[in-house]
């Protein structure tokens, strides 16, 4: 273990890290960006804490305004490593692909329906989807609509 690790070092990454007009970036790009300077400091046999003690010596903030702790930049660290694998891109949402399949038509037609071509039947049951998809969105995470 190293003794205290100077502000210095990590001055690219407070610099980053510092708000604009804008707001202030995300956290993960930030360090998605410089991961080669955090894996330098940690083959160099510095600490999570003592790097995130340095950055909050240097006055960085994460985008929430929180100070650093270790446990955060090490889940921050790992995921840009897994980024940088190929794995899956650094901050990325995930979505879940539709359960349907739109090539046939799963909704109740009546006769007037049956005489719309296919491509019209696929188009309304993609919108009968998108609303399903939606519904559960409001029922899972409570969201109300804004208008």
């Not at 001055?11 to 956290?27: E, N």
């Not at 309304?124 to 029922?139: P, Y």
Request: a positive charge; one cysteine or more; proline letters at 4%.
């Amino acid at each position: 273990m190293k003794a205290c690790l100077s502000a210095d070092i990590l001055q690219p990454v407070i610099d980053a890290l510092a708000p604009t007009g804008m707001g202030r970036p995300k956290t993960q790009a930030v360090i998605t960006e410089h991961l080669e300077l955090f894996e330098a400091m940690l083959e160099a046999g510095y600490t999570y804490e003592q790097i995130a003690g340095a950055l909050n010596a240097g006055g960085a903030l994460s985008r929430k305004g929180t100070r650093f702790k270790g446990n955060s930049l090490h889940n921050c660290i790992s995921r840009a490593k897994v980024a940088r694998a190929g794995k899956r891109p650094a901050a990325e949402i995930g979505v879940r692909a539709p359960l349907a399949d739109h090539n046939v038509a799963t909704a109740t037609t009546s006769g007037w329906d049956q005489d719309l071509s296919p491509e019209l039947s696929e188009f309304k049951q993609r919108i009968s989807d998108a609303q399903s998809f939606a519904a559960r969105g409001e029922i899972l995470f409570d969201r109300t609509r804004r208008k």
